[in-house]
């Protein structure tokens, strides 16, 4: 016998070897082996195996086996051979992307011990027990009143060792010590488990009920969940989530980024305990590995986590959810396989004959158009749950108030001063969104004009207030703002212009004097730890203030929060990308939907100076279906998607002249082009320069009207880039398809 197997390189070649007598019962299509490649061995996943083979060369034999137990499901074979086919990325690439380096590890998860009272004890014991131990005896009577589970070492208020006192309490029969295994969820993302007597309202049974009754039908259905913020979808989810269990199926619950949604992984946590894994960036190596493992043997019936959690390796899955399906962090750039979780999630569902839910209070608009097509089940929550109201929305003209007040440049409007005052005057807490980080976002030259860019990028550098630096968003780069001068005329003279969310966070004090504010955003949570502590506090009512960037408009449900304020409406709203429009008018409302969700009443006040933009406008009515239909309008002009499949060919490299002309011996080189076929560019990218690379980028429209399933759009990148890389092979530049890119930048 002899099998075909594929390495993590960027061809798409295969290599035949032989499966030695020993190995032959183990070894699968979806098996990963160790073979001699050269003079190495390394690691590769066969994917096929053959009786004979053609090739007349010496052939080698496999090495061994990576892992020791079956980590391929068909289904899961079946969505790798998807993902290499669909993004143009070959097998070897897509199995690293989906299983973790190795499953073998000494890593274990720590131990806990947690003791109870025994139920009916002895109660001639206790008598003894205040005669003769009284330390004992002081433990016991504090389990007893407050009949809960303790951790063990919380006792140690009460004794100096309490795991000894537990244990002689246990011999004699009065309490009873558990051993719970804590599972990595690494970063502390879990919220104290909150327990809630959730009763269905009936738009909420309704929704559930098709989503069970789906479930129960074995077969791959999709939904769009359109509910708003506030709506009770993770009640959904949670419920959804207990039915697959009860009826001995599985379910994955993606979230855009489970380290800025602990709360959201908290309530599930608090509802299946061990039953579920956090699967998210922030776990190291040998946790990943355990955790895969532990999902491979069945221990884990729940995976809740970020993109790649939808590849975890579940068995008999019964429900996929997308929450925020908008998000942008569902899609995958770099590196290879370039993908898309929702999509890889719905294609998924249909090979494990599971459902998918796609929930969102703004739904991506392709999600919106597939069930205006009928492609996916529209589910709708159009109201909060109990008494919770959607905000009232202030809609602020910075350049009026400008005018009227004489002050330029002016960060917090009159208004939302007085509503900020308002606030604290109440105890209640505010949020405030500014979706730029950094103190200045812009420094320029006094005498001429130039702004300071990144030396690697054409980017402007930011400056921080802390260790007074000049940081590049884009690759890193830092350099001390001391001494700094201007790269055209080296003048001294320079000018800190605009506003990120540091310098807010200073005006904040300078105005409003004791007030306890908190920042989040990436300079001040590197980690999941850190994020969760300022949410923890936030929640206890220990911050009036959250200021922050994007991180902190979704997924937050602090009740007693009643007043969102956006600084800047307008960031991001100029960038030349076809979606931009689409992300300000999400993150607009979904901001707002952290105002006043449950019986206080929310406000929301927007600033702006462009309070005519139609994005700005319908975010502001908080009025998503007006704006989508607008929005769709548009795209179907500009054949856009969800109107067109879009692809895009980029090109990098160290030189420009280089990159341009290679991008244009692409372009000359294309055959077979098609109606409903429209090419753009070649043309240098937004960011022409990033880390000392020059990027071009070809862009290729294919009408869904002509190219139904995106098929002919596919062949014609596939067999034109083969061919261009057979004739005219680059060590110098990158190219890099990407199928579906979420931005054109
Ligand atoms: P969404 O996910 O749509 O933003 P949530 O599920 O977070 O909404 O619900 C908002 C708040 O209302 C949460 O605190 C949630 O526990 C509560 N809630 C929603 N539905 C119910 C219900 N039927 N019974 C009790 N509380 C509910
Ligand atoms: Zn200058
Ligand atoms: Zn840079």
């Not at 940081?471 to 201007?486: A, F, I, T, V």
Request: proline share 4%; aromatic share 10%.
């Amino acid at each position: 016998m002899f099998a075909k197997v594929a390495f993590p390189i960027s061809g798409f070649k295969t290599f035949s070897y032989i499966i030695p007598k020993n190995l032959k019962e183990n070894i699968q299509v979806g098996t990963r082996v160790e073979v001699p490649f050269g003079k190495r061995i390394v690691k590769g996943i066969v994917t096929e195996l053959q009786l004979s083979v053609s090739f007349k060369g010496h052939l080698k034999e496999i090495a061994s086996i990576v892992d020791d137990l079956s980590i391929m499901t068909p289904e899961l074979w079946s969505l790798i051979k998807w993902i290499s086919t669909y993004y143009l990325t070959p097998i070897g690439k897509v199995a690293k992307a989906v299983f973790p380096k190795t499953l073998s590890t000494r890593y274990k998860p720590p131990i806990c011990w947690y003791v109870k009272v025994v139920e009916n004890y002895d109660k001639k014991n206790l008598i003894l027990l205040k005669k003769r131990a009284p330390k004992q005896y002081t433990v016991f009577n504090h389990l007893i009143n407050n009949n809960i589970i303790i951790k063990v070492g919380d006792l140690s208020k009460y004794c100096s060792s309490p795991m000894a006192i537990c244990k002689s309490l246990e011999k004699i029969g009065l309490v009873k010590l558990i051993e719970k295994t804590l599972l990595p969820d690494a970063t502390g993302f879990i919220f104290d488990p909150i327990h809630k007597d959730v009763i269905f309202n009936e738009k909420q049974k309704n929704v559930l009920k098709s989503i069970i009754k789906s479930i129960d039908k074995n077969k791959f259905e999709s939904f769009l969940l359109h509910g708003v913020t506030g709506s009770g979808k993770t009640e959904i989810y949670i419920d959804a989530v207990r039915h697959c269990l009860l009826s001995g199926k599985t379910a994955i619950i993606l979230l855009p980024e489970i380290s800025l949604t602990p709360q959201i992984a908290g309530r599930f946590k608090s509802v299946f305990g061990d039953q579920i894994a956090l699967w998210h960036s922030k776990l190291t190596q040998s946790q990943r590995s355990w955790t895969w493992t532990q999902i491979c043997k069945g221990s884990f019936k729940v995976v809740i986590g970020a993109r790649s959690a939808i590849f975890s390796p579940l068995k008999n899955l019964g429900l996929i959810v997308i929450d925020e399906e908008q998000e942008s962090s569902f899609r995958q750039d770099s590196p290879e396989p370039r993908y898309h979780a929702r999509d890889v999630a719905l294609v998924r569902g249909t090979f494990e004959k599971s459902i998918v839910v796609l929930a969102s209070a703004t739904p991506s608009l392709e999600s919106y158009y597939n069930y205006k097509q009928n492609k996916l089940k529209y589910l709708h929550l159009p109201e909060r749950f109990g008494v919770a109201e959607y905000p009232t929305v202030h809609l602020v003209d910075m350049l009026s108030e400008q005018k009227e007040s004489g002050k330029y440049g002016q960060v917090i409007s009159g208004l939302l001063q007085d509503k900020i005052e308002d606030r604290l005057s109440k105890n209640e807490q505010i949020i405030l969104l500014h979706n730029r980080r950094g103190y200045s976002p812009v420094i320029r030259c006094s005498d001429c004009g130039e702004i300071l860019n990144c030396h690697q990028c054409n980017v402007a550098l930011t400056y921080h207030q802390k260790n007074l630096q000049l940081l590049c968003h884009y690759c890193g780069h830092k350099e001390s703002s001391l001494d700094k001068c201007c790269s055209e005329c080296k003048s001294t003279n320079l000018l800190y212009k605009g506003t990120g969310t540091q310098k807010v966070e200073h005006l904040i004090k300078d105005t409003f004097g004791d007030v306890r504010i908190a920042r989040l955003d990436m300079d001040t949570s590197k980690t999941g730890l850190g994020i969760t502590s300022i949410l923890k506090s936030f929640a206890k009512g220990d911050i009036d203030i959250l200021l922050g960037t994007q991180m902190i408009a979704k997924g937050l449900d602090f009740p007693n929060t009643t007043l969102v304020g956006i600084i800047n409406a307008d960031l991001g709203l100029y960038i030349p990308d076809f979606r931009s429009g689409e992300r300000i008018f999400q993150l607009i409302y979904q901001a707002s939907g952290r105002a006043g969700r449950k019986d206080k009443k929310g406000e929301v006040v927007i600033q702006t100076y462009a309070p005519d933009n139609p994005v700005i406008n319908n975010a502001s009515e908080l009025d998503v279906l007006k704006y989508y239909n607008i929005i769709l309008q548009e795209r179907e002009e500009l054949n856009y998607p969800p109107y067109s499949w879009l692809a895009k060919i980029e090109i990098t490299g160290a030189s420009r002249d280089s990159v341009n002309n290679q991008a244009n011996t692409i372009l000359d080189n294309f055959e077979n082009r098609y109606g409903g076929l429209e090419i753009l560019g070649p043309v240098p990218c937004y960011l022409e320069r990033v880390k000392n690379r020059y990027r071009y980028q070809i862009v290729l429209k294919s009408l869904k009207k002509i190219d139904i399933n995106g098929k002919l759009l596919h062949s014609f990148i596939e067999e034109n880039m083969e061919r261009f890389n057979k004739n005219f092979p680059s060590r110098q530049n990158r190219i890099n398809i990407h199928f579906d890119p979420l931005s054109l930048i």
